[in-house]
């Protein structure tokens, strides 16, 4: 019997403006025209629980370790009933955010122990697969890194800011230096995708990241940009 094909699972990082959720239901199309199952979701939320939990952390005022245990306890809920079963079934997996936003935004926008943090991730991301020892990581994680100015600018118009977004540039830059030593630490799972460019041109660099990998044929990712532009 041939055993079915491994899940992929791929993240989408970034500061708000980044411009990186206009990319995931492109490159889901790609994926899908090669015959792959996708499935898209986003943190926090992703599940109904944790639905939830993301309206509270958005637009009620709480210290830093309260946001991190909502984010946890969301992430574990997304865990177990949408990602992992997704996985197991050999889809294709595309999440606006995961862990590194929580080192990124809890870590280095509100400055909170990064070591409390790794506590929480070690609980909370048992691999249900594969057993206590292991952690469920991303395969990869695109990282739409930008200036945090210019992300406010593209914010300005585009609509109310929640309680994360309304935060000054002084904590954007502190949240892009996060995602930078999260990057630092796991070079081997990150793409560094240069968001400052036209939305063209980081479709390409993203596009160039999956053929070189193996995972996407350019043909897909170029009938699926045509579709979705």
């Known amino acids: ?11 989408f990082e970034g500061i708000d403006g980044a411009g990186k959720s206009s990319h995931i239901d492109s490159l889901a199309a ?7 199952t996708v499935t898209v979701t986003r943190e926090p939320g992703g599940t109904p629980l944790a639905e939830k939990l ?8 709480m210290d830093p370790l309260t946001e991190s245990l909502l984010v946890f306890a969301g992430r574990r809920d997304h865990l177990r009933c949408v990602i ?14 995961f862990t590194d936003a929580t080192f990124a935004y809890q870590g280095g926008g509100r400055g909170f122990d ?8 070690r609980i909370t991301q048992v691999n249900i697969a594969l057993g206590p020892e292991k952690i469920r990581d991303p395969d990869l994680t695109l990282w739409f890194d930008l200036a945090p100015e210019m992300a406010a600018a593209r914010l300005a118009d585009a609509r109310t800011p929640d309680r994360f977004e309304s935060q000054p540039v002084e904590f954007f830059r502190r949240v892009r230096q996060g995602y930078a030593d999260r990057e630092l630490a796991a070079s081997q799972r990150f793409v560094r995708l240069d968001a400052g460019h036209t ?5 390409s660099q993203l596009v160039g990241a999956l053929v070189k990998r193996g995972w996407l044929s350019a043909e897909s990712a170029d ?4 579709k979705t532009s």
Do not use: H, Y
């Open 30 to 36: 790609a994926f899908r025209r090669q015959g792959k």
């Open 223 to 226: 009938m699926a940009a045509e």
């Open 84 to 97: 992992e079963p997704a996985l197991a079934r050999g889809e294709i997996v595309l999440c606006d955010r």
């Open 1 to 11: 019997m041939v055993g079915r094909e491994a899940g992929r699972f791929i993240t």
């Open 114 to 121: 990064v070591k409390v943090l790794s506590i929480l991730e």
């Open 199 to 203: 939305r063209d041109a980081v479709w």
């Open 54 to 61: 993301r309206t509270l952390l958005l637009n009620d005022s």
